[in-house]
C-alpha cells in the first residue's frame, strides 16, 4: 500500500473523530466495512443474530479442521433460528459476515493471517492486509452495525504471574466499554479466573453463570469461584441485555455457559497440561499476544487432542445457547 493511500486512512478515521457527530460518525464507519446480505437484511428486519470471531479459526485449529468447524458453528446458529456473522478483516475491508469463499480463504491460510485484538485494528485496515478478529475487536465491529450477541469459546482475562508480566487482555478493557453480550465458557483455562472476575467487577461488567451458581473453569464445570449472579434460560439471558440497553449502560454482559458434561472429566488432565505449557513459556520467553496462542497449541499436544476435542465441543454449545439468546432478544423486542 503507498503512502498516501494510507495518509488518505488515517485521514479518514481522524476525520470521524474529530470533525462530525457521533450519529454521523456512526454512518461514516459503517460505509468502510462491507456487511453480508444475510446479515444485513436479519439486522434491518430485527431478526436475531451473532457475532463470531475468526481467531479461532485462524490460530486455534489446523486446516481443513478449522473450516469444518466454523461451518458446523455457522449451521449450529441457523439451525436454532439466527443468523451467524463471523467477522474477519480481509484485504483491509472490515467483513461483517462471510460467504463461503471468504471462510474457505480465511481458514486456508491459517496462521498467516494476522491475530487482530482492538489495538491492531487500524493498522490491518492501513496496510490493506488480513487480520482475524479476538473478542476486543469482535466487539467493536459487531456494536457498530448493532449486533447484541457474541458467542465465542473463551474470552482473555488477567493472565497468571500477571503480577510480574502485567499481561492483562484487552478484551476485559472492550467488554467494559461495549454494551454486547458475550456467550463463553468462561475465561480460557490459561488464565487467571478469580482475578480476571474481579477485574470485570472493575469494569462493571455483568457477569453471570448459565444454570449455574459457580463460575465455569472452561474445561471443567466448576472452578471454585461463585458466579455474580445466576440466569436459566435465553428468556433470562434476553431481559438482561434488554435492561442493559434501555438503562443505557455502556458496559456489556458476560454469560458463561459451562461445558458440556460429557467432556467436563478431561478438565484435571487438561490443568495439568496447562502448568506444563505455562513453565516452558516462561522458559521460551513467549510473551504478548504470542503466548496464548502458544500455550493453546502446546496443552493440546501434550494431551494428545484431547483440549481441542473439548474446545470445539464447547464452542458449539455455546453458539447453541447463544443463538437461542438471540432469538429469545429479537422476540422481547
Given at each position: 500500500?503507498?503512502?498516501?493511500?494510507?495518509?488518505?486512512?488515517?485521514?479518514?478515521?481522524?476525520?470521524?473523530?474529530?470533525?462530525?457527530?457521533?450519529?454521523?460518525?456512526?454512518?461514516?464507519?459503517?460505509?468502510?466495512?462491507?456487511?453480508?446480505?444475510?446479515?444485513?437484511?436479519?439486522?434491518?428486519?430485527?431478526?436475531?443474530?451473532?457475532?463470531?470471531?475468526?481467531?479461532?479459526?485462524?490460530?486455534?485449529?489446523?486446516?481443513?479442521?478449522?473450516?469444518?468447524?466454523?461451518?458446523?458453528?455457522?449451521?449450529?446458529?441457523?439451525?436454532?433460528?439466527?443468523?451467524?456473522?463471523?467477522?474477519?478483516?480481509?484485504?483491509?475491508?472490515?467483513?461483517?459476515?462471510?460467504?463461503?469463499?471468504?471462510?474457505?480463504?480465511?481458514?486456508?491460510?491459517?496462521?498467516?493471517?494476522?491475530?487482530?485484538?482492538?489495538?491492531?485494528?487500524?493498522?490491518?485496515?492501513?496496510?490493506?492486509?488480513?487480520?482475524?478478529?479476538?473478542?476486543?475487536?469482535?466487539?467493536?465491529?459487531?456494536?457498530?452495525?448493532?449486533?447484541?450477541?457474541?458467542?465465542?469459546?473463551?474470552?482473555?482475562?488477567v493472565h497468571r504471574h500477571a503480577n510480574q508480566t502485567m499481561d492483562i487482555s484487552s478484551d476485559l478493557i472492550a467488554l467494559g466499554r461495549t454494551p454486547?453480550?458475550?456467550?463463553?465458557?468462561?475465561?480460557?483455562?490459561?488464565?487467571?479466573?478469580?482475578?480476571?472476575?474481579?477485574?470485570?467487577?472493575?469494569?462493571?461488567?455483568?457477569?453471570?453463570?448459565?444454570?449455574?451458581?459457580?463460575?465455569?473453569?472452561?474445561?471443567?464445570?466448576?472452578?471454585?469461584?461463585?458466579?455474580?449472579?445466576?440466569?436459566?434460560?435465553?428468556?433470562?439471558?434476553?431481559?438482561?441485555?434488554?435492561?442493559?440497553?434501555?438503562?443505557?449502560?455502556?458496559?456489556?454482559?458476560?454469560?458463561?455457559?459451562?461445558?458440556?458434561?460429557?467432556?467436563?472429566?478431561?478438565?484435571?488432565?487438561?490443568?495439568?497440561?496447562?502448568?506444563?505449557?505455562?513453565?516452558?513459556?516462561?522458559?521460551?520467553?513467549?510473551?504478548?499476544?504470542?503466548?496464548?496462542?502458544?500455550?493453546?497449541?502446546?496443552?493440546?499436544?501434550?494431551?494428545?487432542?484431547?483440549?481441542?476435542?473439548?474446545?470445539?465441543?464447547?464452542?458449539?454449545?455455546?453458539?447453541?445457547?447463544?443463538?437461542?439468546?438471540?432469538?429469545?432478544?429479537?422476540?422481547?423486542?
Amino acid at each position: 500500500m503507498d503512502s498516501s493511500s494510507s495518509s488518505s486512512a488515517l485521514s479518514r478515521i481522524s476525520n470521524l473523530q474529530n470533525h462530525i457527530s457521533p450519529l454521523e460518525a456512526n454512518n461514516k464507519l459503517r460505509s468502510l466495512i462491507k456487511i453480508s446480505p444475510q446479515v444485513s437484511e436479519a439486522i434491518s428486519n430485527g431478526r436475531a443474530v451473532v457475532a463470531l470471531e475468526s481467531t479461532i479459526i485462524s490460530h486455534g485449529m489446523p486446516y481443513p479442521q478449522n473450516l469444518q468447524t466454523a461451518k458446523e458453528v455457522e449451521s449450529i446458529v441457523r439451525e436454532n433460528g439466527a443468523v451467524p456473522a463471523t467477522i474477519a478483516i480481509l484485504n483491509g475491508v472490515p467483513c461483517i459476515g462471510l460467504n463461503e469463499e471468504e471462510l474457505e480463504r480465511l481458514a486456508s491460510m491459517g496462521k498467516s493471517v494476522q491475530k487482530t485484538a482492538g489495538r491492531d485494528i487500524v493498522h490491518v485496515v492501513a496496510t490493506r492486509g488480513n487480520g482475524a478478529t479476538t473478542v476486543s475487536a469482535t466487539l467493536f465491529f459487531a456494536s457498530m452495525v448493532g449486533i447484541q450477541v457474541f458467542v465465542t469459546g473463551g474470552i482473555g482475562g488477567v493472565h497468571r504471574h500477571a503480577n510480574q508480566t502485567m499481561d492483562i487482555s484487552s478484551d476485559l478493557i472492550a467488554l467494559g466499554r461495549t454494551p454486547i453480550a458475550v456467550v463463553s465458557a468462561g475465561i480460557k483455562s490459561i488464565l487467571d479466573i478469580p482475578k480476571t472476575l474481579e477485574y470485570l467487577e472493575t469494569q462493571e461488567v455483568y457477569v453471570a453463570a448459565y444454570k449455574s451458581d459457580e463460575f465455569p473453569a472452561f474445561f471443567t464445570e466448576k472452578s471454585g469461584c461463585k458466579a455474580p449472579s445466576r440466569v436459566d434460560s435465553p428468556e433470562d439471558c434476553a431481559r438482561v441485555i434488554d435492561a442493559n440497553t434501555k438503562l443505557n449502560r455502556h458496559a456489556g454482559i458476560l454469560f458463561a455457559v459451562p461445558i458440556p458434561k460429557q467432556h467436563s472429566p478431561a478438565g484435571n488432565l487438561i490443568e495439568s497440561a496447562t502448568q506444563r505449557a505455562l513453565t516452558e513459556a516462561r522458559e521460551q520467553n513467549i510473551t504478548g499476544n504470542a503466548e496464548t496462542p502458544f500455550l493453546l497449541a502446546r496443552v493440546n499436544e501434550l494431551t494428545g487432542g484431547t483440549s481441542l476435542a473439548a474446545n470445539i465441543a464447547l464452542v458449539k454449545n455455546n453458539a447453541l445457547i447463544g443463538s437461542q439468546i438471540a432469538v429469545a432478544l429479537s422476540q422481547l423486542k
